[in-house]
């Protein structure tokens, strides 16, 4: 039985180390700007997950604060105090918007809300437009009179 090598002589799944098949680079223009088109670049791709697991982190760090809340001596543990000191200026922006009510702090769900939305975000900016869902955003242009543009 015959090994399909992909007509190069080499292994199917080892056609990166075919060089003679890339295309070249145009120009050095042509591969900044696809660095700065979602989905393309490695950087874009590393510091989009990296940003997104930041994110993650933030978010379980701000439930164990809010949790740790909760224990009345909580505040006076040292071992806390790092979590304390990450997680309480952001929470602060919350708490001098929206008051306590009932002795009820709702700061926190303004926080997780707003750190959904960023998280959200992110995880939007590295994300393709499929090439079908691409097509159709031609097709229609819904903001085609506010731009200028003609249908």
């Known amino acids: 039985m015959a090994r399909n090598t992909g007509g190069n002589g080499l292994h199917p799944f080892s056609k990166a180390h075919d060089f003679g098949s ?16 979602p989905g393309y670049g490695t950087t874009e791709q590393i510091f989009i997950g990296g940003f997104s697991n930041f994110l993650n982190i933030y978010n379980i760090l701000l439930t164990v ?11 006076g543990v040292a071992a806390l105090q790092p979590l304390y000191q990450i997680t309480d200026p952001f929470l602060n922006l919350f708490r001098g918007i929206i008051p306590p009510l ?20 992110t995880v939007a900016v590295g994300a393709e437009i499929p090439k079908d869902m691409q097509k159709k955003l031609k097709r229609s242009r819904p903001f085609a009179p506010y731009l200028g543009y003609s249908k």
Not at 28 to 36: G, Q, R
Not at 65 to 75: D, G, K, M, T, Y
Not at 104 to 119: E, G, H, K, R, W
Request: aromatic share 8%.
């Open 22 to 37: 890339r295309k070249p680079r145009r120009n050095l223009h042509s591969s900044a700007a696809a660095m700065a088109i």
């Open 65 to 75: 604060r809010i949790l740790s809340s909760w224990i009345p001596q909580a505040q």
């Open 102 to 121: 009932g002795g009820l702090d709702f700061s926190p769900i303004a926080s997780f809300f707003l750190l959904s939305v960023i998280t959200k975000a």
